[in-house]
């Protein structure tokens, strides 16, 4: 049966609600009311061939609460004069919200609403665009309006985000909130207090101007005669990225790599350093000016995404070389291919020839589908004769 039945009324009244719609209008928006109800009712054959089911549905519709149907006449050649259904609409908010038991709810928001308006009017409209989102955020909301008021009155504080000393917030509750805060802030705090370059949660210390902790480059010294810290020779070094950039290195070559145990492994080479990569991240070494001077290498799975690494390496670096990432490395250890589950397929336009032409084959599953080679698979024994032809 494809008539509007009285829990198809209720659902599209339900659905106005998770929309925000209903909720709307308390935050300042324009009322859906009255809001009209899509009601599909019987046909002139259904009166012929269905009329007892027609006259209980007809009783269910009437006996529904908080909907008002507006009845039509119908001529009927068979029946005669026939009033059934014709519209249904809901009036009123209250209407709406008995419908669907959601009077406590909106009572809840409707007080948000108010406290917003009395501290914070300009969340406002926040609070109309994302009247859902609010609610589920009601317990914390008065604690979140504290946080917006602190950061009006310390405009880009300079201090971590634990030393922040708002009675009743921890500063936890800052870092769980970082999402919602963000847009928060963006709404209430100046535009000349926000720096604009720094998105996202990883960007919300820099953006609000807060101190961050120093990004931090781990390497290790392959070649002993290199005296790059006072006193150190060799060993696992991590520094922050201000030191790193600082040191006066006279490293000829550097690796970077991806797994741990091949850094930790790697072995002494003549003139050069060891660098623990970051997949995507190469924020660290923007600044390093020694490395400029020096040949660069990068190990990286075989695979989309570790030639991708190498292409946005190069974008800073373009000395930089590929190291046990070509056909013939991947062709020898057949035996460790795997799966690469969520292959690249966009152009790489710093990738080299030999590379771009693996790159092709890997990304159109020529040799295998979804085909990686990681790194931590090779061999040793290749490392070390890849060394040798290097130096």
């Known amino acids: 049966m494809s008539w509007t039945r009285p829990a198809d009324l209720v659902a599209q ?83 709406a919200l008995s419908l669907i038991d959601r009077k406590d709810k909106a009572a809840a928001f409707e007080a948000q609403v108010q406290q917003t308006r009395d501290r914070q009017p300009s969340l406002l409209g926040w609070l109309h665009k994302w009247p859902l989102r609010a609610l589920a955020l009601d317990a914390d909301w008065c604690r979140l309006l504290d946080v917006v008021a602190w950061m009006q009155a310390h405009p880009r504080p300079g201090i971590y985000l634990r030393q922040v000393d708002i009675p009743g917030v921890h500063s936890k509750f800052i870092e769980r909130h970082r999402g919602v805060l963000i847009e928060l802030f963006d709404t ?40 790059l ?24 070559r550097v690796f970077i790599t ?11 080479v003549t003139g050069s350093l060891v660098l623990f990569g970051a997949g995507y991240g190469f924020d660290a070494l923007d600044g390093t000016d020694w490395l400029r001077q020096c040949q660069l290498y990068y190990w990286g799975d075989i695979d989309t995404h570790g ?41 790489l336009p710093r990738l080299r020839d030999e590379e771009y032409s693996l790159y092709d084959d890997l990304r159109d599953q020529r040799i295998r589908d979804n085909l990686r080679l990681e790194q931590e698979f090779i061999g040793f024994d290749r490392v070390h004769g890849a060394l040798v032809a290097l130096c």
Request: aromatic fraction near 10%.
């Open 229 to 252: 810290l006072p006193g150190v020779t060799g060993g696992d070094v991590t520094l922050d990225v201000n030191s790193f950039r600082a040191l006066r290195c006279n490293a000829t």
């Open 307 to 347: 030639f991708a690494i190498l292409d946005q390496l190069r974008a800073r670096f373009p000395q930089v070389q590929g190291f046990l990432m070509d056909r013939a490395t991947l062709m020898a250890f057949e035996p460790f291919w795997g799966r690469e589950e969520h292959q690249l397929t966009r152009d």
């Open 13 to 95: 009244v339900g659905k106005a609600w998770d929309s925000g719609a209903l909720l709307a209008p308390l935050a300042g928006g324009e009322s859906p009311f009255p809001m009209r109800l899509r009601l599909r009712g019987p046909t002139s054959a259904d009166l012929i061939d269905r009329f007892d089911e027609v006259r209980v549905w007809v009783t269910e519709l009437q006996a529904l609460r908080h909907i008002r149907m507006q009845t039509r006449q119908f001529r009927h050649r068979v029946r005669g004069n026939t009033i059934l259904p014709d519209e249904a609409w809901v009036d009123t908010l209250d209407n």
């Open 258 to 268: 991806e797994n741990e145990t091949n850094f930790l492994a790697f072995p002494s």
């Open 188 to 227: 209430a705090l100046p535009e000349s207090v926000i720096d604009t370059v720094a998105g996202g949660v990883s960007g919300f210390q820099r953006r609000y101007g807060f101190a961050a902790k120093p990004e931090r480059v781990r390497f290790r010294v392959l070649d002993s005669a290199l005296s």
